[in-house]
């Protein structure tokens, strides 16, 4: 049997141990992870570091003792000084500490491991009184402590009943469309299990529970959410089944109540739920949810309720308010890496672990004796191992490849380029100067079927292709060979030597000697190996570094050009916004206004209804809000004035007409007849939405599904332009080449239509005609729904914002009589108010309402289930300011039980 004094004197041994362990994680975290990895990755860090904990005392039972000295002599304690404990040492300690056969048997005996002797019993009067023990001071605080455990884990037991009665109290979800969208998200994100789900009584915030049964809760109200929010709130639920978070925060629990008197134990679980729910929310935004529409998304729920209280171990909850200033930050941020750790990374991250426990829990402190001390002085160091010699690399075999040639605009010359597509882990493009590929010439490349072989040469090494080319398109294998002076000459800068996975990347994205010698030449510190990859990747080469060191943009350290570069501010970028009398921005500024879509047009276009020009800060929240500010002297009117004119400034004008007309293309995700398209141009702005598959002329949904890789060439054709694209499909992934060819005609047809202010129609306005389907048949459609009067402005503003014709016509059912003004349908549509909840409120007889009331009746969630309820009951009026005043009061009323 264990003896009392044995568990209680175990108790401060294991929380010092886990304070090392805790320290480690924490430094970890801090230093490397919140900086370069994903939440993902955070998340596993930390659910590794509380599984170590749980692991401590069963190791330190099991392992061998490792003795550290750390008193001065056996009968005199001291307190323990801070040791500094390094691999080597430890090893050679305890290898001397065994008996030596070259030494006498009496020189080698170690120290028992008890140094003390029992005292002898003090004798008793037996004729004295017996007067009742007191309890020492280790028995009580192991009573306090078991207390403590067991309360903790009955707590956890409570849970439980809670979560039943949530279960016993909600109805099935029997709609079919919700049914079809949970399993298109269990599809997306590889979940196999079935999943219950199921609507509550009351407007709870949606929450899963479950890890053999996974079930998600949705509120009472999840009927009228929108299909934007829907799609948001499965995706980040089934994400903590898929990620199984509901185990995770049941093995934190049991953790916290083993360790409860440690606050590092709770610090560590609390870094747990953050890192679930920001993992879980990169799931959603990786699988195509717009960042501003998911960040709406979590603001609405956040505030309309909050989870049961006393479920905060069994059941994740989508949106808490503790956490929600930092999760919106983050779902915004595009500079955030958002990919989970694979297999390997999980693996590798338990063995480290595993490596890093095993010495923490082995550990045992103890008095000199105990341990033996070798003659000569032991280094408290160990040296660095030598370099290894440089050896000729060997060549590999890396990938697939696709070629063509490269337009003027890819090429940014008239010299002869192409454009090239490689496939290894990922996929990579890039436009090389037909001189610079050995072996293969414009002759060569228009061949019909030949076999080519040509190489690229670069600092980094030399890439081997072989294929066959025909008409001007080739395809094959390509190898790669390192060049060891490339490794030895970023030794002698200081970087490092790297891997051979690390110089494959470099010289993938061309990461030259001579970029290197930029930075250094630029005042930027020595990068590391990984730093350099971030660089590479992030496109920041030596002619971006130098032009934004020009224009006044240098930054502290590499880290901060990547976000930068990253962020898609481009110089030409910071040319226009300068143009328009923007100088000096902060770099924040300027990745403020990409973040927003802000381009040069948009920044005027803004300028001119405000009367003035607006700050930065002016600028995005015009942007957000869908409303720019009024003139600073005049009075804000009831309702918004009508457009201005486009502006006709020669900055706006020539930004205009100089706008990108080549880029790239991704499509990250596909859905039952659409994929998400999202459109890289080449100067660094970038669209998305999700297209239908009938719309991509020249391809399929058998061709976009396909099993293996498979070149495409397709076409999106509007009345304003034509989008071709060139790439490639593989299981509903593609990647490619775009251009855009304006159809300037288009001008004369919006004239003949009645469009007012129509001067010469711009390049960019055609590209965004284009891209909206602002077709001549969709404006006719426009006008009969009463949206008038129709400019060229007010048609762009609506093909960027998706103001259909359908749209158009809920419209025409909320304001049947007059016309309704573009800059409202705009609004409205960028307010997020669908086409449903028009039609649902004309029906109820709210027609006419002036577009901010109807804004705000949808702000407040007064949905058409409110109003048909506070009707029945006869709660109140059901004016619009009345149904916005009982939907606060049964909110806060909520809040407050």
Known sequence: ??????????????????????????????????????????????????????????????????????????????????????????????????????????????????????????????????????????????????????????????????????????????????????????????????????????????????????????????????????????????????????????????????YWPHPGAWWAAARLRVERELACDDAALARGIRPRDYAGHLLELARGAAAPRGLVTLAVSMATPSQLESRLRAAIDGTRVRTAPGARARTLGALLTAVLLAPVAALRAGAAADVAVPDAPVAMTTAAPAPAPTQPAAPIDAGTWHVRPASRAEAGSDAPAVHVMVTTNGITTFV?????????????????????????????????????????????????????????????????????????????????????????????????????VRLGVSGADERFLRDVSALGYRFATTGALVSFANSGVTPAFIRAVAALGYRDLRANDLVQLQNHSLDASAIARLNARAGRRLSVAELVAARTTAAAPSPSPAPVPERAPER?????????????????????????????????LRLNW??????????????????????????????????????AGVLEFD????????????????????????????????????????????????????????????IAPLTLGGIVDLAIFQVTPDYAQALRAMYPEGRIAADDAVDLKHGGIPATYLRELAALGYRGLDPSELSALWRERVTPGFIRAVRESRAGSDTPESLIALRRRAREQLRER
């Open 682 to 719: 080449d100067d660094g702005t970038n669209w998305d939405r999700w297209v239908p598959i009938a719309a991509l002329r020249g391809t399929s949904a058998e061709e976009i599904g396909a099993a293996t890789r498979v070149p495409a060439s397709f076409r999106i054709e509007q009345d």
């Open 727 to 786: 790439g490639g499909f593989a299981l509903g992934r593609g990647t490619g080449q775009l251009r855009f060819r304006p159809k300037r005609e288009f001008a004369a047809t919006l004239r003949a239509l009645g469009v007012a202010e129509v001067g010469e129609v711009s390049d960019h306005q055609l590209k965004n005609l284009t891209w909206g389907g602002m077709s001549a048949d969709a404006i006719r459609a426009l006008g009969a729904a009463g």
């Open 432 to 532: 090389v100067p037909l001189a610079r590929m050995e072996g293969l010439t414009a002759q060569a490349l228009a061949s019909d079927g030949d076999s080519v072989r040509f190489r690229l040469r670069r600092d980094g090494g030399t890439f081997e292709f072989r294929g066959t080319v025909r008409a001007g398109r080739g395809t094959g294998r390509f190898g790669f060979t390192a060049d060891p002076a490339f490794g030895d000459a970023l030794a002698r800068r200081g970087i490092g030597r790297p891997s051979a996975r690390q110089i494959f990347s470099l010289a993938l994205h061309d990461v030259s000697l001579a970029f290197l010698d930029a930075l250094d030449s630029l005042g930027y510190a020595v990068p590391s190996p990984e730093a350099l």
């Open 1 to 258: 049997m264990i003896a009392l004094a044995d568990v209680s004197g175990a108790l401060l041994p294991t929380a010092l141990k886990a304070t090392a362990l805790l320290a480690l994680a924490a430094i970890a975290d801090r230093a490397v992870l919140r900086r370069h990895a994903s939440a993902a990755a955070r998340h596993l860090h930390w659910c590794l570091a509380l599984a170590g904990l749980m692991a401590l005392p069963v190791l330190g039972a099991l392992l061998p003792a490792w003795r550290v000295p750390l008193l001065a002599t056996a009968p005199a304690p001291a307190v323990p000084a801070p040791a500094v404990i390094a691999p080597a040492p430890a090893m050679r300690q305890e290898r001397v500490a065994l008996p030596d056969p070259t030494i006498p048997a009496a020189n080698t005996m170690r120290a028992p491991d008890v140094l003390h002797e029992a005292a002898p019993a003090a004798a008793v009067d037996v004729r004295a009184p017996m007067l009742p023990s007191l309890p020492s001071p280790a028995s009580v605080a192991l009573a306090l402590y078991v207390a403590g455990v067991v309360a903790l884990l009955l707590k956890v037991a409570a849970e439980q009943r809670l979560v039943r009665r949530l279960a016993r109290d909600a109805a099935p979800v029997d709609g079919a469309d919700w049914h079809a969208l949970l399993d298109d998200v269990r599809r997306t994100l590889g979940v196999r299990r079935g999943v219950t789900l199921l609507r509550g009584g009351a407007p709870t915030i949606p929450l899963t529970w479950g890890v053999v049964r996974p079930t998600v809760l949705l509120p009472s109200n999840a009927a009228d959410w929108s299909e934007s929010r829907r799609r948001a709130v499965l995706l980040h639920e089934v994400a903590h089944i898929a990620r199984r978070d509901c185990l995770t925060q049941t093995l934190a629990a049991v953790v916290c109540a083993l």
């Open 644 to 676: 201005a004119p486009e502006p006709a400034a020669e900055p706006a004008r020539a930004v205009a007409a100089s706008t990108p007309l080549a880029g790239s293309w991704v499509v990250s995700e596909t859905r039952t007849g659409y994929v998400n």
